[in-house]
């Protein structure tokens, strides 16, 4: 099993920044077979969406919506991903999770998720 706890999130006005981090525990095994890290986020009534995700060799993929304003990084070392959100909007309100994917498998690793406010 590999657990996941995301911190940094929290109110915000438009135009600012916040960074999310999600800490990943787990075997030594589990942890090693980790090959995508993401962030998704869901607002009120809506679907989730995949926000931004990083592999274990640092290849990139982010949500039209965010592209030039969030920056998603991996530190392996300390199993940690990171999300840089800057110049925040209201709509970009919604619970953020973190999510891991083994090799070879779907997102199956979800973190409790974590409040992003932004006001106008």
């Known amino acids: 099993q590999v657990q996941l706890v995301e911190s940094g999130g929290g109110l915000v006005q438009a135009g600012g920044s916040l960074r999310l981090s999600c800490a990943a525990s787990?075997?030594?095994?589990?942890?090693?077979?980790?090959?995508?890290m993401g962030w998704y986020r869901q607002a009120p009534g809506k679907q989730r969406e995949l926000v931004a995700d990083?592999?274990?060799?640092?290849?990139?993929n982010y949500a039209d919506s965010v592209k030039g304003r969030f920056t998603i990084s991996r530190d392996s070392a300390q199993n940690t991903v990171y999300l840089e959100m800057s110049s925040l909007r209201p709509e970009d309100t919604a619970v953020y999770y973190c999510?891991?994917?083994?090799?070879?498998?779907?997102?199956?690793?979800w973190g409790q998720g974590t409040q992003v406010t932004v006001s106008s």
């Open positions: 787990g075997t030594i095994f589990r942890l090693n077979a980790i090959n995508t």
């Open positions: 999510a891991a994917a083994l090799w070879g498998e779907r997102y199956a690793y």
């Open positions: 990083i592999t274990s060799g640092d290849s990139t």
